[in-house]
C-alpha cells in the first residue's frame, strides 16, 4: 500500500511503475516456458529415427482422410516437411491430382503461398533449406478451405506454439474462413502451451495415436 501522505500524482505514478514491472515479469516468464517447451520436445524428437517418425506419421494422414471437413475441402494448405516434422511428402503428392494443395514458401520473415505442381518443382527455400514450389504465387487467401498446420506443441484447448519466428501468424490471421488441423506426434500434444493475444487456435489437432 502507498503512506497515506503520498498525493496523488505521485501515487498515480508510482502505481503505473509495478503495474509495468508485473507485466515485464510476466512476460519474461512466458518466453522462458516456451523455450524450455522448444528444447524439451527437441530432446524428445531426437529418439526417434527419420524412418520411426515416418511411420508414425501415417496414423496422422489416415486420421486426416477421414475427416469430413478434409475431404469436402478443395483449397488445401499443407508444407512440406523437415525431417523432425510428421512427415508430408506422400500425403501432399497422393493428393495433389484431387485438391489444389498449396505450401508456404518463406521470404524474409513472412510467408508466400505458392501451388504444389509435383516434386520436381521444388526447389531448395531461404527458410531452414526446405524445398519449396516454383509455381505460381497463390494470393486469393479466402478461397483457402483448410490448413494443416505443423508446430512444435499444441494444448487441450487448441492453442500451438511454434518455433518463435511468427510464420504462421499472419496467414492464420488472414485466413478466418479456413478450417485449421494441427498435426503433430503424440509427445508434442501437452496439457497447456503458453499463448498470446495475437495467437489462433487450431479447430483440431490431430497425432499419431489419435489425441488431442
Known amino acids: 500500500m502507498y ?7 505521485t501515487g498515480l505514478t508510482e502505481n503505473i511503475a509495478i503495474c509495468r514491472i508485473t507485466n515485464h515479469k510476466k512476460e519474461t516468464n512466458e518466453q522462458m516456458e516456451k ?10 524428437k531426437k529418439q526417434y529415427s527419420l524412418e520411426e517418425k515416418k511411420q508414425k506419421s501415417l496414423s496422422v494422414w489416415e486420421a486426416v482422410e477421414r475427416n469430413e ?13 523437415m525431417e523432425d516434422e510428421v512427415f508430408t511428402h506422400d500425403f501432399v503428392c497422393r493428393w495433389t491430382e484431387q485438391k489444389t494443395i498449396l505450401l508456404p514458401c518463406v521470404r524474409g520473415a513472412e510467408l508466400d503461398i505458392r501451388y504444389f505442381e509435383g516434386k ?9 533449406a526446405i524445398p519449396e514450389p516454383v509455381g505460381a504465387l497463390f ?40 478450417y485449421k488441423i494441427g498435426v503433430c ?4 500434444c501437452l496439457r497447456h502451451v ?7 487456435c487450431m479447430d483440431l489437432v490431430i497425432a499419431d495415436k489419435g489425441g488431442k
Request: aromatic residues 10%.
Open 69 to 81: 471437413r478434409f475431404r469436402q475441402a478443395e483449397v488445401v494448405l499443407a508444407y512440406w516437411s
Open 3 to 9: 503512506p497515506t501522505a503520498v498525493d496523488a500524482e
Open 139 to 178: 494470393t486469393e487467401m479466402q478461397r483457402i478451405d483448410l490448413i494443416l498446420v505443423p508446430g512444435v506443441a499444441f494444448d487441450l484447448q487448441g492453442n500451438r506454439l511454434g518455433r518463435g519466428k511468427g510464420y504462421y501468424d499472419k496467414i492464420l490471421k488472414q485466413t478466418q474462413q479456413a
Open 120 to 128: 520436381e518443382r521444388l526447389c531448395p527455400g531461404e527458410g531452414y
Open 185 to 188: 506426434f503424440d509427445f508434442q
Open 194 to 200: 503458453p499463448t498470446e493475444e495475437h495467437d489462433v
Open 35 to 44: 523455450k524450455q517447451i522448444r528444447k524439451e520436445i527437441r530432446e524428445l
